[in-house]
């Protein structure tokens, strides 16, 4: 392991003057106006009105009866009824506790790119951007799961990256303390219980680790450092990895599924029975729920944020108010290059403490599954191909960052990289001051709106059909799988840059 590449950062002045100022600024542009629109937007209907049957259970108070949204598991419900319970059933109650974990996200990417690029210019690039991101903006602004997923998804990067750098520092020697790995372990738990995405930060984290551990043992005198670290390594692994990230992901079905704790799984009134049958239900929506959606997208259209949602389009007299769920293309185009340039360094120089490789892990794990994902029904003819959705892609927007941040620290040294970062920064902040309005539900006059989105507004519908989707037929109570090839042309995505 080369020591160097893992010693732990020297704080400075700067990096609390950086940190203070880009989260200040990150949570101004977050929390002012959390209430505007004064209504739901988005999905948040689905999760605000669970998490208020969650904290209130009482169908004066919440429009349902009972929770309605079983697809995804309960832990980000959990959090919103904690706002729902402290301000009540309102828009600030939906709110509060989201925008507080899109803030919190912000500062946490400041320690694990300083930590990981041992560079303050670095961390602030990484930072910064995800400061000024207009997807991250306002899914930290809505009351649904995908920032819930992020926080514990960096999270546990976070505490593996310490415990890396804790057992292999400078003096060589290991640390006794070994709670981060289990850490780790529940943040990745918790993201799974927040969508079930999350399942993809335990294999990135269980990768990561045992490829560190493999290389911490490896030398011209070692024959076997895979058996010799499995040895060593192998019950942390399988406690951090496995055992605590389920547990996790379990504990916060209590209260949620009903069943007799003690009585044998096997038995149909059990808990774990239960929570298993709560566990086929999800399964069965995501891999067989077959639709089409206008506002969908295809995963590899996502880093160059071609298709935008807007949550709310609304006349306001002569104005218009917007919040539309969209990505800056340049600086996500600007990104994806940069994690592609660091995989090139670190397959030329690859080692287990090197940066290259843990950004190229993140992404992978947080991105690539869902290509897979998507080209599913054309490779394997199994499943139908549900709607994809931009917001997908917000777990991925941390290591897109660190990429820029680990390019922007190498480039620097020169005069020409320095005003290359300069430029990119200003234009991000710019890009962000400009499209705020129509993010932040702002009025906005028709000429205004009509600028801001003129590059974005090919929203024809496409003029043929996709290949082919599945639907989804049930007759005398069987369920079978039907391949269409003409779905209505409405419900199709816009084949061109579209965000409206």
């Known amino acids: 392991m080369n020591r160097s590449a893992v010693r732990a950062a020297r704080w400075s002045r700067a990096d609390w003057v950086a940190l203070t100022i880009l989260t200040t600024i990150g949570a101004l542009v977050r929390v002012l106006r959390l209430t ?225 704790l003690l009585a044998l799984p096997t038995e149909e009134t059990a808990w774990l029975n239960q929570l298993w049958d709560r566990q086929v239900h999800i399964f069965r929506f995501h891999a067989h729920h077959v639709f089409a959606h206008r506002f969908a997208s295809e995963p590899w259209s996502w880093p160059l944020a071609k298709r935008g949602i807007p949550f709310v389009r609304r006349p306001d007299g002569e104005m218009l108010r917007f919040v539309t769920a969209a990505g800056n293309p340049v600086v996500w185009t600007l990104s994806f290059v940069a994690v592609i340039y660091a995989g090139f360094r670190w397959i030329r120089n690859h080692g287990p403490g090197r940066p290259e490789g843990f950004i190229v892990a993140g992404f992978a794990w947080a991105y690539l599954p869902w290509i897979v994902y998507y080209f599913a029904p054309y490779l394997f003819f199994t499943w139908g191909r549900v709607a994809l959705f931009i917001w997908y892609i917000v777990p991925v927007l941390p290591f897109m960052y660190l990429a820029m941040g680990y390019v922007a620290e190498r480039v620097a040294k020169r005069t020409a990289g320095r005003v290359a970062v300069a430029a990119v920064t200003l234009f991000a902040v710019v890009a962000f001051a400009y499209y705020y309005p129509v993010l932040a539900y702002l009025p906005v006059s028709q000429q205004a709106f009509r600028a801001r989105v003129a590059l974005f507004d090919q929203c024809d519908p496409p003029p043929h059909a996709p290949f082919f989707f599945f639907e989804r037929i049930t007759e005398d109570g069987v369920t079978r799988f039907k391949k269409r090839t003409s779905p209505a042309r409405n419900l199709l995505p816009p084949e061109g840059w579209c965000w409206l």
């Open 36 to 260: 505007s629109p004064s209504f739901g937007m988005g999905d948040e209907g689905f999760y605000a009105n669970d998490a208020c049957w969650y904290a209130l259970a009482s169908p004066e108070e919440c429009p349902i009866g009972r929770e309605m949204n079983l697809e995804h598991p309960p832990l980000g419900k959990w959090l919103i009824a904690a706002g729902v319970k402290a301000f009540g059933h309102t828009i600030l109650g939906h709110r509060i506790v989201p925008v507080i974990f899109g803030v919190i996200t912000i500062p946490l990417l400041y320690l694990l790119a300083r930590r990981l690029l041992n560079s303050t210019l670095g961390a602030s690039v990484a930072t910064g951007l995800l400061a000024v991101d207009f997807l991250h903006l306002v899914l930290s602004r809505v009351a649904m799961l995908d920032v819930f997923l992020l926080f514990f998804s960096l999270l546990a990067f976070w505490f593996l990256l310490v415990d890396r750098d804790r057992r292999f520092g400078e003096d060589g020697e290991r640390s006794r303390v070994r709670w981060l790995p289990i850490a780790a372990g529940a943040a990745a738990g918790a993201a799974t219980a927040s969508k079930w995405s999350g399942a993809f930060v335990i294999v990135a984290i269980a990768t990561l680790a045992l490829a560190w551990d493999i290389g911490a043992r490896r030398s011209p005198t070692e024959r076997h450092p895979v058996l010799k670290a499995i040895r060593a390594e192998g019950l942390t692994w399988l406690v951090a990895f496995l055992i605590v990230p389920v547990a996790t992901y379990a504990l916060t079905f209590v209260g949620r599924v009903e069943g007799t």
